[in-house]
């Protein structure tokens, strides 16, 4: 059920960002009285799910869900029709248009993609304000992974700046670290300030832990239990403190999260403190998925969010900041990807991997937010300058503005096949990467 939730929420933000992009394109050229054959959500290679003709224009969605597209007559496009471009341009073809109106049209989709961000954050902003933890607010320090460690870094420590850069908000801090690719990250222990200098061998071992390297230190504390729980049959309770397994002290959750499973199908000895004042020790054994089955508190009880609320006038800037502080985190993801010794690459995903970011559960706040992202992100791949892409198709149009020839209608249409190859390439390889990731 939660794996068909996520697949929804992903087909429906995909969906609606392709249909929104192709608008942009679709309304200028009619606005200039260019002919736009079909308009599809999804690609439609040798049939459509269904289809319907309203004027001029075919609407359909197609089997295919790499994206979506706008065939509009005399253009040189995905769909490689080039027996229309053989015959004399007629006044409601693409390629009898002044090339600013071609600029228009085709940068329509891009413009439509920054809009609707845009307004995603302003509603967002509007409705449920921006709620995170302050870095400052972590009074049990962080955690850190194998990655954080061999960089010099330490459970308990108090985070303080990364390259000389204060992250207000400790959900930042690991995109910040890796976005760098190297630098300098300063913390506080035992009451000293500590400096510890990472490079992009360190990038490398970091992005392998998926960003996890770094996590909020709390206690663990029993909330509830689950239904098949081996340790409440054994007789904890709720609001018993764990402190310590097999006689050695264990006071932080991540500890017990990251020993219990070692200790899968065997007896364990759990020692807890009950009302404050009594030890107590559990002994049982474990079952084979090594889980416990004892749920902790939240963060939130320990550590005091900040909360910054917006009316729909002061959203409006706060959504531009916002907007702009994604699209340049995301193209500094291209400096570390493109580095071939992060081995970023290897790491990088397709549809899986962008559907597992959704939630499992029906969460409009995620949703609304991550349809944003994508948003920008859709907004930056398609302008870049990449034949098959609208920004390859910008690039063949200032081209032609400025030296006043248009290209050859052949170097078009070689170039439109170039692209596609390498597109289809890059879908390969991400998707791979998903594919690999769930054999291991």
Do not use: C
Not at 166 to 187: K, Q, R, S
């Amino acid at each position: 059920m939660e794996t068909l939730i996520q697949i929804t929420q992903f087909i429906l933000s995909l969906s609606l960002l392709i249909i929104l992009h192709e608008m942009g394109h679709f309304i200028p050229a009619r606005l200039f009285k260019t002919r736009v054959e079909k308009f599809y959500l999804f690609f439609d290679p040798w049939f459509s799910l269904a289809k319907k003709k309203i004027g001029e224009t075919e609407y359909g969605i197609g089997w295919l869900p790499l994206g979506g597209y706008v065939k509009i007559s005399g253009m040189v496009d995905e769909s490689m029709d080039t027996e229309q471009l053989k015959q004399e341009p007629q006044p409601w073809e693409f390629r009898s248009k002044p090339a600013w109106q071609r600029l228009i049209i085709m940068l329509g989709g891009v413009t439509v993609n920054v809009i609707v961000a845009f307004l995603i954050y302003v509603g967002v902003l509007s409705f449920w304000g921006e709620e995170y933890l302050p870095t400052a607010n972590l009074s049990y320090g962080i955690t850190v992974d194998d990655g954080a460690y061999d960089i010099g870094l330490r459970d308990g420590d108090a985070f303080l700046s990364v390259n000389g850069r204060e992250v207000e908000n400790f959900a930042a801090v690991p995109m910040e670290i890796l976005l760098d690719g190297e630098g300098e990250i300063v913390v506080e222990r035992d009451g000293r300030t500590r400096s510890y200098a990472y490079s992009e061998v360190d990038v490398k071992h970091l992005i392998q832990s998926q960003g996890n390297f770094l996590g909020v230190r709390m206690p663990y504390v029993a909330t509830g239990f689950t239904d098949s729980s081996a340790a409440q049959a054994a007789g904890l309770q709720v609001g018993d403190s764990l402190i310590g397994l097999n006689g050695q002290s264990m006071s932080y959750f991540h500890q017990y999260s990251d020993s219990i499973p070692t200790y899968a199908g065997k007896n364990i000895d759990l020692q807890v403190i009950r009302n404050r004042r009594d030890t107590l020790n559990f002994q049982f054994k474990l079952p084979a998925s090594g889980m416990m089955g004892v749920y902790p508190r939240s963060p939130s009880y320990y550590f005091e969010t900040a909360v910054k609320k917006y009316n729909v006038i002061e959203a409006i800037p706060a959504a531009i900041g916002r907007a702009g502080k994604v699209l340049s985190d995301y193209v500094r993801q291209f400096k570390v990807i493109f580095n071939p010794r992060t081995e970023a690459y290897k790491q990088v995903g397709g549809f899986g991997t962008i559907m597992s970011q959704f939630s499992t559960r029906w969460d409009w706040y995620r949703f609304w937010n991550f349809t944003a992202f994508l948003s920008i992100m859709l907004a930056f791949l398609n302008i870049l300058p990449i034949p098959a892409l609208d920004g390859g198709h910008v690039v063949f149009t200032l081209w032609e503005m400025i030296t006043g020839k248009p290209a050859p209608q052949k170097v078009l249409e070689y170039a439109q096949i170039a692209g596609f190859i390498l597109l289809m390439t890059l879908i390969v390889l991400a998707n791979g990467n998903d594919l690999l990731k769930a054999l291991q």
